[in-house]
């Protein structure tokens, strides 16, 4: 992401955004809602009818509109973001216009801004310097190599032996083979992740192979394979020797901890009323909050109020483990400073 804050007063103000990836696409959601303004370059039918003889022909032009948004929409695997309102400023106004936000395209918003909002744009403009994280995951016959997005693990391809667990070792260099493969366009950090020896043999098989992606690999023992061994590379603080600042591995502390003061009945709460209450006695550090809940009146007021006691706030992706155990909560919690009494 490339950010321009240079025309903010205090918090208020506009704020132009340049997103480069998919990642920065899903920030740009969370960092757009209804009643904010954005002005964009965009295209609009206009009618280029000559003369009345002729019959009319509408045709799309480049303009540039204020729209105020009333709908934001994230496709994924469509890698764009639907940002659907009222024009402002421009031409037409008070017509309805979608515009279709794709990486390389430009918009400013204008608005109040919120710290974890400016924070959030701050760790996606540092995000973009570093290359993409992946994590392949392997035991005997079977493997799966991620993609780490700042959503949360995103599959890329699986593979399988044919013969499953406990097959032949005479099977394993074609295996070997098979998930080498895909890993020769790699070009950013690779973490090699699994139980027993046999990610270290993969690694020696690679480098005897001359590939160049295992020299810079990270070997990592977890416990299980797929999505759960991400997680575990992520818990034991894997990425910190790749990157200084990583929002998920940041998630899965923190949540953590919360699972974890919740079995010793301490310093936690969790649920909209316990965090209300917390917030109201002032003994909150830091709310987690489930990014759903984000477009929700009633939360972002909780927030509001856990800011203006300078508590820390945290957004959980709810596309990644973490955050799907923080809705399970019910999408709020917050680590307090002392316990309070139920």
């Not at 010793?264 to 649920?271: M, S």
Request: proline share 4%; glycine share 10%.
């Amino acid at each position: 992401m490339k950010a321009d804050c240079g025309d903010l007063k205090g918090n208020n103000g506009e704020v132009r955004l340049f997103p480069e990836s998919v990642d920065d696409l899903w920030h740009l959601q969370h960092l757009v809602a209804p009643g904010d303004l954005i002005f964009a370059t965009t295209f609009r039918s206009v009618d280029t009818a000559s003369d009345k003889l002729r019959p009319e022909k509408m045709e799309k032009r480049p303009v540039r509109l204020g729209v105020r948004i009333e709908r934001v929409e994230f496709s994924q695997h469509g890698v764009r973001l639907r940002i659907s309102g009222v024009i402002e400023h421009g031409v037409e106004i008070g017509a309805y216009h979608t515009i279709n936000v794709e990486t390389g395209f430009e918009i400013s918003v204008i608005k109040q801004w919120r710290p974890h909002e400016l924070e959030r744009i701050e760790r996606a403009v540092k995000s973009s310097a570093f290359s993409l994280i992946h994590i392949l995951t392997i035991e005997e016959g079977e493997a799966e190599l991620f993609r780490l997005r700042q959503y949360g693990p995103e599959s890329v391809v699986t593979f399988s032996s044919g013969s499953g667990k406990g097959g032949e070792s005479d099977n394993r260099p074609a295996f070997f083979e098979q998930v080498l493969a895909p890993l020769a366009a790699i070009d950013g950090p690779l973490i090699i992740a699994g139980p027993g020896f046999i990610k270290d043999d993969f690694i020696k098989y690679a480098r005897n192979r001359g590939n160049p992606v295992a020299e810079k690999a990270i070997s990592v023992e977890t416990r299980r394979i797929g999505r759960g061994a991400v997680q575990d590379v992520i818990g034991k603080g894997a990425l910190e020797k790749l990157i200084d600042d990583l929002q998920l591995s940041r998630e899965v502390k923190f949540m953590d901890e919360v699972l974890c003061r919740i079995a010793q009945d301490g310093a936690v709460a969790y649920g909209r009323q316990e965090v209300q209450d917390a917030i109201g006695y002032g003994a909150v550090e830091q709310v987690l909050v489930a990014d759903t809940l984000l477009r929700d009146p009633a939360t972002m007021a909780l927030i509001e109020s856990a800011e203006a006691m300078r508590a820390v706030v945290v957004v959980l992706s709810s596309s990644f483990e973490p955050g799907e155990r923080l809705v399970a909560l019910g999408g709020i919690a917050a680590l307090l400073r002392y316990k309070m009494g139920k």
